[in-house]
């Protein structure tokens, strides 16, 4: 496969045409969602290294802001000696860490982040570890909280692993204190969700259609393989409740707070006009805002340039999005691209035209493994040692996943996995009246040949156990399943008295999760110590490691199990 | 009785494509979107916080597993379900008010709200389960094929399509003129294969159904035989990728 555009590449040698190889691959991020996760993606990479399809033509494109020099500059800010009460953290929470000495752990080895990311534990976990949060703060381990703030994440339902034992952790009180063991809890969310019936301060959010919002190509942007693009969500109509949007109550509570980034010198608000100022006016860097589309003062620089007060108003006269298209010698080989990587950096992609070199062997994987083999200066504790020999190996490897590895496979000879409905992929609200319409409930889905064996019909009631827990869920058959595999739509089930539903809504009486049966911490392991049920390098959890043993059951009175006590609507403070 | 046009100057009507519709149900909630709002009354819905939902829709869709026996696999194909605006339906003859009629301009099937009496008859007479009642309202629901969008002027030139056109993510669902043979949606039947549900019923259906494509497994023609290994550089190269990531064994 050939394209006719000639190209330069970072030596500055020109190539009359563009060699690509028409192998394309899809993956979605469930790969990662298993505790070798991390290396099964690194693997898929190599692959589409060796065959020669990345960036090229017929392969997998980048989309901006990549690609980005591996690994990006940005370390983790939180060491001990950091971190003081009552004063901002000095730099980003999230990084990317090269060797043990970015660890942010004390000379004990002690994880310093109450999720223990970048610990021993998970030590390239730069997604944070979002599902041990409460866990960890409840046992206190590695220190208890004083407030718990998060925002649209429904860690006491469809969010969390082990949902009964974490509503356990919510509401659990110090025995000699009598004090709650998580005392504040702090939550956001539009929709009257599980979380919020837990909360002892509710911040009413809006939805999407009463606020601004900005796709950035500083998080995660529409982007095209052709060109950088981003865009933008108006209102489109005004609240009719006492509810703000959670940005501009961020950028408040900031200011009240005094953090620098959002107090001008002094001490006032620095984005006064609310969340909509700041993607106008905030700048991470030098002319490098949120919105790259009509920058400068005349809205005529794309990238990078100062703020643009009508940047908000351009972008809407064009359809609330951005584009720039690439000159045909830039759309593919970024990687290697000399004319990309010199546009890549003026427009403030990357710092330095620098070619980005894909690495077979990664050396930050074997700075750990040898840390772990008793090199350097910082070392783990010995109950990590043989886990990071495992898992840190410089070339992709295979290790079998932990769930399957630590339980008895013989007794839970099953996997149980879900997916997300596609008519509520991107809808919060799966409550919708429609939507609700459409997909009330859910149902285990269980190949015709595994039923059979097993003595299932369609419609019958069979019980998953694993070895966390049990549910009770009623079964449809179906071929396009793995005989092995059974599986589910996600967030389906809701808890009795939430979300706005009556009582008796499907949703509550037959739906059901399986993240009853998934736990957040792996049996115990040599010396004691209870990993996180996670992928060992990245801390990403690990979903999809779920084992299950599969059983016909009683009709209950037509009921899902576990039901739990129905919680009281929410209602506004007084 | 309501009589039908001898003919009709133009047959608007929907393409569907079974082969590249994923199911998602975009032009479901568009399309009720739309007709909760516009022409007509509003469909409302009941009991729709309660144990059973339910209210009129004028586009459903239906996910079924289809089994092949020979092969012993199966595929799931999912069937968007709205009016066909037939040429010869009953459901317009039916009629005792005139209420259920056939525009002799463009062939779009309409029910009208202010006389319809609710007496069911054309849900009866459309094999195609494509008529529901609005219990609220007392009336008989359906697709209007978006006709007050698609002669829309105050709509920009693309937004003057049916909602569930507008919407549709995978451009499953083609909207034009089947009475032109000239037109896109008639070359795009004719290149697919485009077919009629229930032929036998003698309706006439405008809308056409395009057939899920064989798989490529399937397919006869586009396929290549593996090269053989010739030993050179990059064919070892492959060997060694094959090697790295399929024969090492894990660590445990
Ligand atoms: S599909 Fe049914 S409602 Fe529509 S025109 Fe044909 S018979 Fe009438
Ligand atoms: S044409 Fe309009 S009324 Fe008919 S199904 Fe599509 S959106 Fe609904
Ligand atoms: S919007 Fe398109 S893909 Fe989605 S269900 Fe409708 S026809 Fe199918």
Redesign the pocket.
Known sequence: MELDVPWTDHYGRTHKTMVGRPVSMHAMRGISAHANGFQTCRAVHLLQILLGTIDAPGGFRYKAPYPRPIPPAIKPTGKSGQVFPNEPLPGPPLGFVTSPDDLLIDEKGTPQRIDKAYSWDAPLAAHGMMHMVITNAAKKDPYGIDVLFMYMANMSWNSAMNVPDTIKYLTMKDETTGDYVIPKIIYSDAYASEMVHYADLILPDTTYLERWDCISLLDRPISEADGPADSIRQPVVAPDRDVRPFQTVLLDLGARLGLPGMTTAEGKPRYPGGYEDYIVNHERAPGIGPLAGYRGVDGTLSGKGAPNPDQLKRYIKNGCHFFHELAPEQKYFKHVNKIYLDFATGFGLIEAPNAIIHQLYCEPLQKFKLAAEGHGAVQPPETHRKRLIEAFDPIPNWYPPFEGKMIDETKFPMHAVTQRPMAMYHAWGSQNQWLRQILGRNWLYIAHQRAASLGIKDGDWVTLTSHHGQIRAQAKLMNGVNPDTVWTWNAIGKRSGTWGLENNAPESKQGFLLNHLISELLPEREGGYRFSNSDPVTGQAAWYDLRVRLEKAADVNGLSAPQFPDLKPVRAAQ | MTMLPETTEKKLG?VIDLDTCVGCQA?AT??KE??AQGYSAPLEDEDPRGKDPHGPW??RIHGYEVLDEVREDSRIVHFPR??LHCETPACVIVCPTGASYKRAEDGIVLVNPDTCIGCKLCSWACPYGAREYDVKEGIMRK????VDRIYNENFAEEDRI???VRACPTSARHYGDLGDPNSDVSKLVKERGGFDLLPEMGYKPTNKYLPPRKRRDQAEEGREALPKSDRSMVDRLFALADSLLSGKAGPH
Do not use: D, K, R
């Open positions: 929907l032009c568009s399309c739309w007709n004028l586009n709205s009016c697709c209007t094929l978006c049916p909602a569930c």
